[in-house]
């Protein structure tokens, strides 16, 4: 024998057929209207953040790279100021040498006229004298010249450091400029759909917003699920779930301080 499915009257008189399937029971949540818009906003803030995020990021290099550009200058700067500095004092040893050797050259014909031996001796004293003088002058000039080639090299090769370095940071600037042109037009569009989005949020609440967006890698408003926050995954309390479901209050995460909404 079969069983049909059973049927009757309810306690209050309705007639019910039990084959027909019994409703299922609804478990929805309200999000707070404050909420719902500061949720919009942040997924324009977040679309703006990724366009700028480069952007942003090019002071920072220009400024790094920058410095040491100016650190290469400084030592071009430096190496072209000592050769400068030895190839004038090589010039004044040599012009030294050059006096030196006119000066025996006049004592030497001034042996030829002197009336006495005494006054001879002491020519030729003078005359070894100054040739000592010389001496010492063109050995100190010859090592200045052969300096002057070592700090020409180095200069060279400072010279090449820089100017290589400056085609980097050229090049860098272009293309900063490039990025900065390319970007401009999808952020500049972003930031007019945002400024009406603030429209009806309490001034405190777009502050602590602000605050926590800059503060909170960029989730201010932060779903719940399973009664845990979603961006600290701390366990939120049984009031605060309770809040959340009826969308009467703007909930804050008591860890991470987020605004939190529930997910379903």
Same mark, same amino acid.
């Given at each position: 024998?079969?069983?049909?499915?059973?049927?009757?009257? /309810? +306690?209050?008189?309705?007639?019910?057929?039990?084959?027909?399937?019994?409703?299922?029971?609804?478990?929805?949540?309200?999000?707070? +209207?404050?909420?719902?818009?500061?949720?919009?906003?942040?997924?324009?803030?977040?679309?703006?953040?990724?366009?700028?995020?480069?952007?942003?990021?090019?002071? =920072?290099?220009?400024?790094?790279?920058?410095?040491?550009?100016?650190?290469?200058?400084?030592?071009?700067?430096?190496?072209?100021? *000592?050769?400068?500095?030895?190839?004038?004092? /090589?010039?004044?040893?040599?012009?030294?040498?050059?006096?030196?050797?006119?000066?025996?050259?006049?004592?030497?014909?001034?042996?030829?006229?002197?009336?006495?031996?005494?006054?001879?001796? =002491?020519?030729?004293?003078?005359?070894?004298?100054? *040739?000592?003088?010389?001496?010492?002058?063109?050995?100190?000039?010859?090592?200045?010249?052969?300096?002057?080639?070592?700090?020409?090299?180095?200069?060279?090769?400072?010279? /090449?450091?820089?100017?290589?370095?400056?085609?980097?940071?050229?090049?860098?600037?272009?293309? =900063?400029?490039?990025?900065?042109?390319?970007?401009?037009?999808?952020?500049?569009?972003?930031?007019?759909?945002?400024? +009406?989005?603030?429209?009806?949020?309490?001034?405190?609440?777009?502050?602590?917003?602000?605050?926590?967006?800059?503060?909170?890698?960029?989730?201010?408003?932060?779903?719940?699920?399973?009664?845990?926050?979603?961006?600290?995954?701390?366990?939120?309390?049984?009031?605060?779930?309770?809040?959340?479901?009826?969308? /009467?209050?703007?909930?804050?995460?008591?860890?991470?301080?987020?605004?939190?909404?529930?997910?379903?």
């Amino acid at each position: 024998m079969t069983v049909g499915p059973r049927s009757g009257l /309810s +306690p209050g008189g309705l007639w019910l057929d039990s084959s027909a399937p019994l409703p299922a029971a609804r478990h929805t949540n309200t999000v707070h +209207p404050h909420v719902k818009k500061l949720l919009e906003l942040q997924k324009v803030d977040q679309e703006i953040s990724s366009l700028t995020k480069d952007i942003d990021a090019l002071p =920072a290099e220009e400024a790094k790279r920058r410095k040491k550009l100016d650190e290469l200058e400084r030592v071009l700067n430096e190496r072209r100021a *000592r050769l400068q500095k030895t190839e004038l004092d /090589s010039r004044a040893l040599d012009k030294a040498v050059r006096g030196s050797d006119d000066e025996i050259k006049r004592l030497n014909e001034r042996l030829n006229i002197v009336r006495n031996n005494a006054e001879y001796q =002491a020519t030729l004293f003078q005359i070894e004298a100054v *040739r000592k003088d010389r001496d010492v002058t063109q050995d100190e000039c010859l090592k200045l010249l052969e300096a002057c080639e070592t700090q020409k090299a180095e200069t060279a090769t400072a010279e /090449s450091a820089w100017s290589e370095e400056k085609k980097v940071f050229d090049a860098f600037l272009a293309e =900063a400029d490039k990025l900065r042109q390319s970007r401009a037009g999808g952020i500049a569009a972003a930031r007019e759909r945002r400024k +009406p989005m603030t429209e009806g949020i309490p001034e405190d609440l777009l502050r602590e917003y602000d605050g926590l967006y800059k503060t909170r890698e960029h989730q201010a408003v932060c779903p719940v699920e399973k009664s845990y926050c979603q961006g600290c995954y701390n366990k939120i309390t049984m009031n605060d779930t309770a809040k959340l479901l009826g969308g /009467s209050a703007v909930v804050r995460c008591g860890s991470c301080q987020r605004i939190l909404y529930l997910t379903r």
